[in-house]
Nanobody, 123 residues
Framework: QVQLVESGGGLVQAGGSLRLSCAAS????????MGWFRQAPGKEREFVAA????????YYVDSVKDRFTISRSNAKNTVYLQMNSLKPEDTAVYYC????????????????WGQGTQVTVSS
């Protein structure tokens, strides 16, 4: 089992920044690919970004490219999502997810999910 706990969400004005963190415990973190997803009210959960086990490969949904950066510290068992130039349409609950693989995972096929952290962007 892997436990994931997100933090760092909050209320920010449009154009602002937030950094989300996701702390993992329970297994060897470096064996897991990690991803961030988000779900806005009334919408399905959507993929945002993914990072490979080593951190060497990343992938983003088009809507966040050049604004968001995913990174990880295997020493700290933590994955991050730096979000800049936030827009009201980025408002959602953000979830991190983990999958035991050395491949990059850009679908919803993750094994473990956190409880989510709310991000609200005001206009």
């Amino acid at each position: 089992q892997v436990q994931l706990v997100e933090s760092g969400g909050g209320l920010v004005q449009a154009g602002g920044s937030l950094r989300l963190s996701c702390a993992a415990s329970g297994r060897t973190f470096s064996n897991y690919a990690m991803g961030w997803f988000r779900q806005a009210p009334g919408k399905e959960r959507e993929f945002v970004a993914a990072i490979s086990w080593s951190g060497g490969i990343t992938y983003y949904v088009d809507s966040v490219k050049d604004r968001f950066t995913i990174s990880r510290s295997n020493a700290k068992n933590t994955v991050y999502l730096q979000m800049n130039s936030l827009k009201p349409e980025d408002t959602a609950v953000y979830y991190c997810a983990a999958k035991y693989t050395r491949m990059l995972v850009t679908t919803h096929a993750y094994d473990y999910w956190g409880q989510g952290t709310q991000v609200t962007v005001s206009s």
